[in-house]
Every structure is written in C-alpha cells, then in structure tokens.
C-alpha cells in the first residue's frame, strides 16, 4: 500500500497495534512528530505556506503589540530588565515590527532581553535572520527555560495548536472521541466504547444540556496555569490573541488548514496544518484559578481600534503612493473587519496579568454580552 504521507503509515501502525488514538494524540503526532510533524520540519506561512497569520498582514500589527508591551513595562513600575517573550513566533515578523515601535523609547530598548520559544528548527533560521540586528536575543524550547523576571508574554496564533481532547455524548454518557481505522486503512472517527466516570460534573452550564452525538472539546490548563503563574509572581503580563470563541459550548471545530484552504483533517496526517479554536472562558478560568488577574476578552477588531490601528494606518498612507496606501487599507480592513476574510470578530485578544494591573489598554475587564 502507497501512503500519501509518511506519518500516515506510521498512525495505521500505532491503530494496528493498539487500537483507536485520543483525538488529542492524533492531533499531537500530526503536529509535533519527531520525524514526520507539521510544526518541526517546515515554514507554513506566508502565500507560498498554507495560512496567513496578522503579523504577515501588515505591520501595523506587530507595532502596536510593541506599544501595548510598553504601556505593561509602565504599569510595572519600569523595572531595569524585561523579559520579552514570544510564543510561536513564527518568522520573527512580529518581534521585529514590535521593536522596531520600542526604539522611540531607549531606557524601555536597554532594558529588553528577547526570548523567543520555538521548537521548529525551519522557523528558528528564519527567526534568526529575521532579527539579525537584535541584540540580547535566545531560543527555547519551552517557556520553562526563559529566566526568572519581570516579563511581558505575547502569543498570537498559539493556544490553537495545542491538542484538545474531544467528548461525544452517548446514551451511556459522554466518551472520549477517537481516531480509527477500517478494512481499507483509512482513518475515522469513533469513540471509546466506555464513557469517561463522571466527566459530566465536569461540564460547563451550556454543555449540560447538549444533545446526543454533540461534541465537547477541551484543552488541558497547564500552558495557560503556567504563562498565569509566571505573570502572578514575577509581574507582568500576557497577551493572547486567538481564533475561537469567548463561551465554554459545545461543538466540533477540529481542522485541517492546507494551501490557505479547509482540508480533511484525516487525509494527509503530518502534511496539513490541524487546529481547533480556542475557548477563551476555559483560559480565564484557569487563570483566575492561580491567582493572576484577566482582562478581557475583546475583539480583535475593536482591541486594534483601541491601541490605535486607524491613526496609524491614515499616518502610514500620508507618506505612501496610491498603490501602497491600497494594500495598507486592505490590510487594516482584514485585520479589523467582521465580514468575509476579516479577522476582526473571529480572532480574540485577552490578556493576563499579575493582580495588582487592574486596566490593560485595549481591553475590557468582561466581554460584551452580545459578543459571539
């Protein structure tokens, strides 16, 4: 049998062996396999990638995010030594726009050490490349290496890719849903034959009443208690920026991203990007668990409008021709808009902190109950 890719032969022999996978663990080997994983062996972005992230949008992004950390560098009592931190930072575009906005303030540029967590060796050249010029700079593979100290935490695009855990509810209760295989070696999804002990307790009030079949995702809260802990002891703040939605619900949104379009996430295991969206109450929960403050969520949209985008981007298109100051207003209108290819209502920005930042610009302190 010809595999259309390598990592499928390699999940066909794990089902052969053991039996149906987690969805979690399908997703982990599709991500993050030594050998065969999307994250460890490409550069997916860009046109010539299979998605788009803000930073490649426009610049305005990153600038602002500069800006954004220095008001939390402020609100810290401008200590003598920040932590920049990155997670996920793709090819450096962000990190590089963001200082670029932070060389108008010097004692805030001196006292910057940039950290960038990656663990995709493909990304890292290009990071390096990227921010050639920057001084104080260091990779790590998780955020447990960055030092001890005052921080300032970015993460777009992040929460997304971190395996979730998928529940179907049954008769019998609810089961953990699985990734099987038939007769012919192609991948399904099943579910465990016996329901998880009381995970209905568990459940968040929306979910209770969910119908037979529905789907319930959930992501563990390490990542999130750990980026919250940190804020909490060491002062300063994170800022999240994601697709997903700001109610715990139910519903399947696991995915498969290829070539800037939807694929099946089953087909081509390893060769296309798998996501599901990120529920933003679970993250604000399990923050507030450890003791750190959430501001938020909000809008992307309305977050950039806040910090600014428009002014801006009406300061950029002064000086630009008419051919670039098009490509500017169609940057700010992905960026902000809530229509067909905006990223305005879809993507989320939420922010934590240590308790005692009580405002956070751009962000309210709860999300409008209109909001979806």
């Known amino acids: 049998m010809t595999e259309p890719t390598p990592l499928l032969g390699e999940i066909r022999k794990l089902i052969k062996s053991a039996g149906p996978m987690p969805v979690w663990r399908y997703m982990e080997l599709c991500l993050m396999h030594p050998d065969h994983g999307y994250y460890l062996s490409r550069d997916p972005l860009g046109r010539e990638g299979d998605f788009t992230t803000a930073p490649e949008v426009s610049q305005m992004f990153g600038e602002l995010l500069g800006l954004w950390s220095a008001s939390i560098w402020r609100a810290i009592g401008s ?202 109450q679970a993250l604000s929960r399990a923050a507030e668990d450890v003791g750190a403050r959430v501001h938020g969520p909000v809008t992307q949209g309305d977050f950039l409008k806040r910090l600014g985008v428009e002014a801006r981007a009406a300061g950029l298109m002064a000086k630009a021709t008419p051919e670039v100051s098009a490509d500017i207003a169609g940057a700010l209108k992905r960026l902000t808009d809530s229509g067909r290819g905006g990223m305005g209502s879809m993507f989320k920005a939420m922010a934590v902190s240590e308790p005692r930042i009580t405002a956070i610009a751009g962000l309210s302190d709860k999300p409008d109950d209109d909001e979806e």
């Not at 999804?189 to 329901?195: C, I, R, T």
């Not at 999130?224 to 109610?247: C, E, F, T």
Request: glycine fraction near 6%.
């Open 79 to 280: 200590p003598p030594e920040l932590r920049l931190i990155e997670l996920g930072p793709g090819r450096g575009t962000m990190m590089a726009d963001a200082l670029r906005a932070l060389r108008v303030l010097p004692p805030l540029y001196q006292a910057i050490s940039v950290h960038l967590v990656e663990v995709n060796p493909v990304l890292r050249e290009k990071q390096r490349a990227t921010l050639s010029g920057v001084r104080n700079i260091s990779w790590h593979d998780t955020i447990d290496d960055v030092p001890e100290g005052p921080a300032v935490i970015l993460a777009n695009e992040y929460f997304d890719v971190l395996p979730i855990h998928q529940m179907v509810r049954k008769e019998t209760g609810w089961h953990e849903r699985t990734v099987g295989m038939d007769a012919n070696g192609n991948l399904y999804f099943a579910a465990a034959p016996d329901p998880t002990p009381r995970f209905d307790v568990l459940l968040p009030p929306l979910v209770r009443a969910a119908p037979l079949g529905a789907v319930f995702e959930w992501r563990p809260d390490n990542e999130i208690m750990k980026i919250a802990s940190r804020v909490r002891d060491q002062d300063g703040a994170a800022l999240l920026i994601d697709y997903g939605h700001l109610r715990s619900d139910a519903g399947d949104t696991f995915q498969a991203i290829a070539r800037h379009s939807f694929a099946d996430p089953l087909k081509t295991p390893g060769q296309a990007d798998v996501t599901a969206h990120v529920d933003f």
